[in-house]
């Protein structure tokens, strides 16, 4: 297995596994739309193809020369697949799998997709519903995000067999730094609250749990199911995880870690309820199956996301590029004036002339 499609490989995820596997010796091919630009790619542009289009229109000639794939397409988060549920389940469900049934027909047996933890959120205030979850556990999510990627899955699962190996991937909650920076993942708000405002804040007193990993951690799991026999991952659901946490101890964690790169900050909390998350999930199953676990704790991220920040000078924090919801809006702004004025700076045609 040497040429890998990432869809949406130029995205948060994306762009760190597609370092990472060309450190591995893999050649790359990326499938993007390119919302959020060609940022993630500044440091490995030259060594990647690079093909821009819609995951919804894909061309079955991209998958030539191709010997597995891992989707990381679609919205990504609830916010966005709120905003537009039509599009969210366009690409988080129906492209996805199309796109399957594309590699099927293709020969591209290695079909690794990108689904979330938030399957299994119970919410807050049920002591009863607060356990940790595994891939056994009956999940009926009813978020839109939630809810398009177990879509997905089940139709995913249905095709495994001897001619085609899907697996999917369900992370925790990412951290870390990424060249396609996103600030709308909670240690990542945090430490831009934390060298922007100099304090952080955790609502619901910080009480909900979320299973935790980084970045370069997830990167490594989709590796991992890349080289995998796929006796042991054909039709398989893993958890990713580092560590359950609640917010408090994880605002604390930040904290500390903060203190070892030289910035002092403090830790407000409301108890309001805001239809927070709460959910905790087992990794033992990846683990005993591929013997992979996590390395990156939480203050090693922090204290080198706040040194990636400095360098590269990700400190515009309030640029609505990091941050999925406020970009998508302000593209689809964009595109209705560009619909009336077209072209920013050139002078439009006048009328009669050809």
Not at 98 to 108: I, K
Request: glycine residues 8%; negative net charge.
């Amino acid at each position: 297995m040497r040429k890998i499609l990432l869809v949406g490989g130029a995205g948060y995820v994306g762009s760190v596994l597609a370092e990472e596997l060309l450190e591995r010796g893999f050649a790359v091919k990326i499938l993007d739309r390119l919302y959020y630009g060609d940022d993630g790619l500044r440091e490995i542009h030259d060594r990647v193809e690079l093909v821009v289009s819609d995951m919804r229109v894909i061309d079955p000639s991209v998958l030539q020369d191709v010997d597995a794939v891992v989707n990381l397409g679609g919205l990504s988060n609830d916010p966005t697949a709120e905003y537009n549920p039509k599009a969210n389940y366009e690409m988080n469900t129906t492209a996805s799998v199309q796109l399957a049934e594309m590699c099927r027909e293709a020969g591209v047996q290695r079909y690794v997709f990108a689904s979330s933890c938030s399957i299994y959120d119970r919410g807050v205030g049920n002591d009863q519903s607060d356990f940790v979850q595994d891939e056994t556990t009956p999940v009926d999510p009813r978020a839109a995000y939630s809810g398009s990627k177990r879509a997905a899955e089940k139709a995913l699962l249905e095709m495994a067999g001897g001619d085609f190996c899907p697996v999917i991937l369900r992370k925790g909650t990412i951290y870390g730094f990424s060249h396609r920076m996103r600030y709308d993942l909670v240690v990542n708000t945090f430490v831009k609250f934390a060298l922007s405002q100099g304090y952080i804040n955790i609502h619901y007193g910080g009480e909900m749990w979320r299973p935790l990993v980084d970045v370069r951690d997830v990167a490594r799991a989709y590796i991992a199911t890349l080289r995998a026999d796929a006796e042991l991952v054909n039709g398989e659901i893993f958890n990713v995880s580092f560590h359950n946490m609640r917010i408090s101890e994880l605002a604390l964690r930040v904290r500390e870690a903060l203190r070892d790169v030289g910035v002092e900050i403090e830790i407000r909390s409301d108890y309001g309820y805001r239809g927070v998350r709460s959910y905790r999930v087992s990794a033992q199953k990846i683990q005993h199956t591929l013997n992979f676990r996590p390395k990156m704790t939480v203050e090693e991220s922090v204290r080198n996301m706040v040194e990636q920040i400095r360098q590269h000078g990700y400190d515009d924090f309030e640029n609505p590029k990091y941050y999925n919801i406020r970009w998508m809006r302000l593209l689809e702004e964009a595109a209705k004036v560009i619909a009336i004025t077209g072209s920013v700076f050139e002078a439009p045609a006048r009328q009669g002339d050809s």
